[in-house]
């Protein structure tokens, strides 16, 4: 433990948060079972305004497990999912982990590039994806049955048009999937079946849940594996953390996507654990959300600091009323004064920042409900959570109160490993359960922490990761480009902005244009360059490797 901190956080914990939770002892599949049985005629989905009960989500769960089993789907079995946040996406997520299978989310807008090392990787032979992507995936290596997700037929009629695909481009989809194609499934076809039979083993909460793809510390994106512990636990630690929740009565907004850690838990588990309507979006839109907003108003919204600033500001524009948003959690970037203000002074209710890593499901550091919160810190750590501050040179040596460290975290949402990387898994997470975050922390005497700066070099971009290696490998095959360094530049939302500095050949030309063209066909559109820097030389260490880190220090100072 760092000299001088002993859990001296939980003194400032909101009137009711406990200093530990209880262990789990059921998996996830036991909490939608418990949801189904308590809230059983309540709203568990809105989709567009369509509803779907708790009983029915129940249902159709158990009806998608049996037509995943009838396609070869076993315990222990990757299964791919590639869709944007809809009903679908609940209940495959469940039906897969009903069979003891693992989830494995992949971004939909990836291209195929993208999304063929990560299948390579785990090696899912089936995947549930969205019919605009469902070719592609079916390409995949290793891929053998595609399930493809009409959104629209979640929607109700009236609604099928807010997505903003023309219905010939619809139907014109549909009439693509229909033709003959090896392996390819519609969603409809995989809940024609009866409910899966009640001999198959339901999962254990030691069993591995879920596969979620990150930057890790270094090297390309890894398999961050999450246990059902992992995830019943981060779920009961939200739920702990947020004191005057009411079970049962809650309106929850899913405007982060669910193939990213923070929306799987904050949206999808942390929700269905306790009976909220949660309100889906497949992608963020301000006026979707409002439109929404006057029908059933979130009361919990989990989100990134631009999509506060823009409902704050159009919500104040426009009139409409978000006061019944009581609680608001924060993540993936820094938030501005600024932007908590104004969300506060527009919804009357609380918004504050937290901290945590895809590796740690992903919530490890919160600011507290209330008073004690401390703007400009992420907060302190969760119920059952240790924290440490230690050298980054020297991980067994612990930093003094106030000085500048690296975080180590323990606590029963740490992941169990890298997926098929044994050397990455030892290099991250040290004997006695704690995992090395990469990030340079200041921890005060009341247990309060403050992130300043990062050992890994990943750029954060409207709260998605970007890995540099990613975007300079792609932007080092335009023509006249010999090397490249990819950064992220600061902007006053608190996200960055992706940067390709580069080095050319003698008398070459190159532009912003072809840097864009180029990876557009490589790399999904969060991760294109919004800037190229031309420079006659790239600083490099003694072993020849860039130091990103010079680079963009030199921009900013620039």
């Not at 591995?208 to 512990?229: D, F, N």
Request: glycine content about 8%; hydrophobic content about 40%; charged content about 25%.
């Amino acid at each position: 433990m760092t000299t001088g901190l002993e859990h001296t956080w939980v003194a400032h914990y909101a009137e009711g948060v406990p200093a530990e939770i209880a262990q789990p002892t059921g998996s996830l599949v036991d909490l939608l079972t418990e949801a189904v049985a308590a809230y059983a005629h309540r709203p568990a989905l809105e989709f567009f305004g369509a509803e779907v009960t708790y009983a029915e989500l129940g249902r159709r769960v158990e009806r998608a497990a049996e037509g995943l089993r009838r396609l070869g789907v076993r315990a222990g079995d990757r299964v791919g999912l590639v869709l944007p946040n809809c009903p679908e996406h609940i209940v495959a997520f469940y039906a897969v982990l009903r069979l003891g299978a693992v989830v494995v989310e992949h971004n939909p807008l990836y291209t195929p590039t993208e999304m063929a090392h990560q299948f390579e990787d785990h090696g899912a032979t089936v995947a549930v994806a969205w019919d605009v992507v469902a070719t592609d995936v079916a390409r995949l290596p290793r891929v053998e049955h595609v399930v493809a997700v009409d959104l629209t037929a979640s929607m109700p009629w009236t609604k099928r048009l807010a997505l903003r695909l023309p219905l010939r481009r619809a139907r014109e989809l549909r009439a693509r999937l229909t033709a003959p194609s090896t392996g390819t499934t519609p969603w409809s076809d995989l809940l024609g079946h009866g409910p899966l039979g009640p001999s198959v083993p339901r999962p254990s909460v030691d069993d591995l849940a879920a596969i979620q793809y990150t930057s890790g510390t270094t090297g390309v994106p890894k398999g961050a594996m999450l246990t059902h512990r992992n995830l019943v636990a981060n779920a009961a630690q939200g739920r702990a953390w947020v004191p005057g929740m009411r079970p049962g009565q809650e309106v929850v907004y899913a405007v982060l996507p669910m193939f990213h850690a923070y929306g799987l838990t904050l949206c999808l588990t942390f929700a269905m654990s306790m009976g909220a309507r949660l309100v889906l979006f497949p992608r963020f839109d301000v006026d979707l959300v409002l439109d929404a907003a006057k029908k059933h108003p979130p009361t919990f919204l989990p989100a990134v600091p631009p999509i506060y600033e823009r409902l704050a500001k159009t919500a104040r524009d426009r009139g409409i009323d978000l006061t019944a948003t009581r609680f608001a959690i924060s993540g993936a970037m820094a938030l501005p004064r600024e932007t908590l203000e104004l969300w506060e002074e527009v919804t009357g209710g609380l918004l504050v920042e937290g901290y945590g890593l895809t590796e740690t499901s992903p919530v490890a550091v919160g600011n507290p409900i209330g008073r004690e919160r401390r703007p400009g810190a992420v907060g302190v750590p969760f119920p059952s959570t240790d924290i440490r501050v230690v050298d980054p040179e020297d991980p067994t040596r612990d930093r003094p109160v106030g000085e500048r460290g690296e975080l180590l975290i323990r606590g029963p949402q740490v992941f169990s490993g890298y997926w098929g990387k044994p050397d990455e898994t030892r290099a991250a997470l040290l004997d006695g359960g704690w995992f090395r975050t990469g990030d340079i922390v200041v921890v005060d005497e009341d247990g309060f922490v403050s992130v300043v700066d990062r050992i890994k070099e990943v750029i954060i971009t409207g709260g998605f990761n970007v890995m540099p290696s990613e975007v300079e490998a792609v932007v080092r095959t335009v023509s006249g480009v010999t090397d490249a360094a990819a950064v992220g530049l600061p902007k006053p939302d608190g996200s960055e902005e992706v940067v390709a500095v580069v080095t050319t050949e003698p008398g070459a030309h190159v532009d912003l244009e072809a840097v864009q063209a180029r990876c557009r066909s490589d790399l999904a559109a969060y991760k294109v360059p919004r800037r190229v820097v031309v420079v006659d030389e790239l600083p490099r260490s003694q072993i020849g490797k860039v130091l990103r880190k010079q680079v963009r220090d030199s921009l900013i100072s620039g």
